[in-house]
């Protein structure tokens, strides 16, 4: 299973870079001004890959205005979230970060107000090793050893009115294609990425991946898909079933990709970047940027709380990824801290995880190996959105190294618990290591900076064995994760 899965992205937006990973004088701030506090809890969250610097912002985005002495580098304006940009924390910083963060990088470029010749810029200044004018100056100014950024978005959502730079899905393909192909020739083992539709309820959904294809299929390696959930009309029954939508848009996406690899007699498959997925209350007013005279620097935006119902949703969709990771090979959870995000900082103050950090470390610790397929076959429930569906979703893996199973399930059922057996008959387990839960009671609970932390994982102990598997309880609207070894 590809452990890029467990990735998440950093954007310049509101308090992610500024005060969130990025807060030089923070009584943890280190030589670089990164938060120790934060660091430890992205190792600790298990984040595997970050993307960065956009999002919307790449699209009017210039990376040469974040190189270089700090003291020299221009504000500029923020089209995307209507805020001044300091420039203080650029390409360097990110990637002295990255490497305190013990992840790897996923580099956007801005196809939006830029084009080919600046991409190929970018790459020549973080990748090429040296002797070169933009190489030699990412030397001069610190790195002297190439950043080696292998997996490189080319734009972000550039189907979405909202985006500067927005083009037709032609117009796209063939800019991504130009762009891809000359910075293959700086490297051909590069991995790319063609932006996908920005939703799936975006008008143009479908025909955009396969126009785009059409023009990109043989130049790019993946196909981003965006998409974040939230309760409709207090509809919690078909919130929970989130996942049942991100199936049908991973399979979609999947079907369109193949069918146009198919008309070109390609033996190549596209794989898909689910690059930005999460909870988002886009319908939230913390989610409206500044407007007017008003240019804030790193104001705060898309400050979500999130419940416990939110960390069984989140818990779910990994299980919809972790069921489609032979095609998807790279997600991010979107973002990571401040906006929509499992980690949350106070200006000059502490550091504290939001409920649905935990399901999402839990899985990013424990699923390993390979993913093996679960055949469900027991009661369903139905939702308005969904109709029928099965009342626990779950996914299983299998680390042949150590021997151990995980089991991850959701309840879905919003009313009564479910008893669950899990058949494990034909293969090796000797006992259960641990059985945790997340849910079930005070879904509507959030998490403070004080505390206490209400979706920090339970024991289960309805978990025994039996015969030839383990028979637990689920708790209604939960997520659990069961070790067996
Ligand atoms: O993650 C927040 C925003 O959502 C990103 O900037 C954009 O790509 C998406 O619409």
Not at 13 to 16: H, K
Not at 69 to 72: G, L, N
Not at 164 to 174: D, H, K
């Given at each position: 299973?590809?452990?890029?899965?467990?990735?998440?992205?950093v954007e310049h937006?509101?308090?992610?870079v500024?005060?969130?990973?990025?807060?030089?004088?923070?009584?943890?701030?280190?030589?670089?001004?990164?938060?120790?506090?934060?660091?430890?809890?992205?190792?600790?969250?298990?984040?595997?890959?970050?993307r960065y610097p956009g999002g919307?912002f790449v699209s009017s985005y210039r990376w040469e205005d974040g190189i270089g002495?700090?003291?020299?580098r221009p504000?500029r304006?923020d089209?995307?979230?209507?805020?001044?940009e300091?420039n203080a924390f650029g390409l360097d910083e990110f990637m002295?970060?990255?490497?305190?963060?013990?992840?790897?990088p996923i580099m956007a470029v801005n196809l939006g107000t830029r084009g080919t010749a600046e991409a190929v810029d970018l790459l020549e200044y973080a990748n090429h090793?040296?002797?070169?004018h933009l190489a030699?100056q990412r030397?001069?100014n610190?790195a002297?050893?190439?950043y080696?950024i292998?997996?490189w978005c080319l734009g972000n959502?550039?189907?979405?009115?909202?985006?500067?730079?927005?083009?037709?899905?032609?117009?796209?393909?063939?800019?991504?294609?130009?762009t891809?192909?000359?910075m293959?020739?700086?490297?051909?083992?590069?991995?790319?990425?063609?932006?996908?539709?920005?939703?799936?309820?975006?008008?143009?959904?479908?025909?955009?991946?396969?126009?785009?294809?059409?023009?990109?299929?043989?130049?790019?390696?993946?196909?981003?898909?965006?998409?974040?959930?939230?309760?409709?009309?207090?509809?919690?029954?078909?919130?929970?079933?989130?996942?049942?939508?991100?199936?049908?848009?991973?399979?979609?996406?999947?079907?369109?990709?193949?069918?146009?690899?198919?008309?070109?007699?390609?033996?190549?498959?596209?794989?898909?970047?689910?690059?930005?997925?999460?909870?988002?209350?886009?319908?939230?007013?913390?989610?409206?940027?500044?407007?007017?005279?008003?240019?804030?620097?790193?104001?705060?935006?898309?400050?979500?709380?999130?419940?416990?119902?939110?960390?069984?949703?989140?818990?779910?969709?990994?299980?919809?990824?972790?069921?489609?990771?032979?095609?998807?090979?790279?997600?991010?959870?979107?973002?990571?801290?401040?906006?929509?995000?499992?980690?949350?900082?106070?200006?000059?103050?502490?550091?504290?995880?939001?409920?649905?950090?935990?399901?999402?470390?839990?899985?990013?610790?424990?699923?390993?190996?390979?993913?093996?397929?679960?055949?469900?076959?027991?009661?369903?429930?139905?939702?308005?959105?969904?109709?029928?569906?099965?009342?626990?979703?779950?996914?299983?893996?299998?680390?042949?190294?150590?021997?151990?199973?995980?089991?991850?399930?959701?309840?879905?059922?919003?009313?009564?618990?479910?008893?669950?057996?899990?058949?494990?008959?034909?293969?090796?387990?000797?006992?259960?290591?641990?059985?945790?839960?997340?849910?079930?009671?005070?879904?509507?609970?959030?998490?403070?900076?004080?505390?206490?932390?209400?979706?920090?994982?339970?024991?289960?102990?309805?978990?025994?064995?039996?015969?030839?598997?383990?028979?637990?309880?689920?708790?209604?609207?939960?997520?659990?994760?069961?070790?067996?070894?």
């Open positions: 299973m590809p452990r890029r899965l467990f990735g998440s992205f937006l509101g308090r992610c500024y005060t969130g990973i990025y807060e030089p004088g923070h009584p943890t701030a280190d030589g670089d001004g990164f938060r120790r506090d934060v660091l430890a809890l992205v190792r600790e969250l298990g984040v595997t890959t970050v919307n002495p700090v003291d020299q504000a304006l089209l995307a979230w209507h805020s001044l300091t002295r970060w990255v490497g305190k963060a013990d992840v790897d090793r040296g002797g070169s030699d030397r001069d610190g002297d050893r190439p080696r292998r997996l959502e550039m189907d979405g009115p909202w985006q500067v730079g927005a083009r037709s899905a032609t117009e796209y393909g063939r800019l991504a294609a130009q891809a192909k000359a293959r020739r700086f490297d051909p083992d590069l991995e790319l990425v063609a932006c996908g539709s920005s939703h799936l309820g975006m008008p143009t959904f479908g025909s955009w991946e396969r126009d785009v294809l059409t023009e990109a299929y043989d130049d790019v390696d993946l196909i981003s898909l965006h998409a974040y959930y939230q309760p409709v009309d207090d509809d919690l029954p078909s919130f929970l079933a989130s996942a049942e939508e991100m199936d049908r848009y991973i399979d979609s996406v999947t079907a369109i990709a193949d069918s146009v690899g198919a008309i070109r007699r390609s033996t190549k498959k596209i794989m898909i970047a689910f690059d930005e997925w999460n909870v988002w209350y886009q319908s939230a007013a913390p989610s409206t940027p500044p407007s007017g005279a008003d240019w804030p620097v790193a104001p705060p935006l898309l400050e979500d709380h999130y419940s416990v119902a939110d960390a069984v949703v989140v818990g779910g969709l990994l299980i919809s990824l972790l069921r489609h990771s032979d095609r998807v090979t790279a997600a991010c959870q979107a973002q990571l801290v401040n906006v929509i995000a499992p980690i949350m900082t106070e200006p000059g103050g502490s550091a504290w995880r939001q409920t649905i950090f935990h399901p999402f470390a839990r899985t990013a610790r424990h699923a390993r190996g390979a993913v093996l397929d679960v055949l469900r076959d027991g009661s369903t429930t139905t939702t308005d959105r969904f109709g029928e569906i099965d009342a626990v979703d779950a996914v299983s893996t299998w680390d042949d190294s150590t021997g151990e199973m995980t089991v991850f399930l959701v309840n879905r059922v919003t009313a009564t618990p479910s008893e669950v057996t899990v058949d494990v008959s034909g293969a090796r387990v000797n006992g259960i290591v641990e059985c945790v839960t997340v849910g079930g009671t005070d879904l509507d609970a959030r998490n403070t900076p004080d505390g206490p932390d209400h979706a920090a994982p339970r024991p289960n102990d309805t978990a025994h064995q039996a015969g030839t598997g383990v028979r637990l309880t689920l708790p209604p609207a939960s997520w659990t994760m069961l070790r067996l070894d």
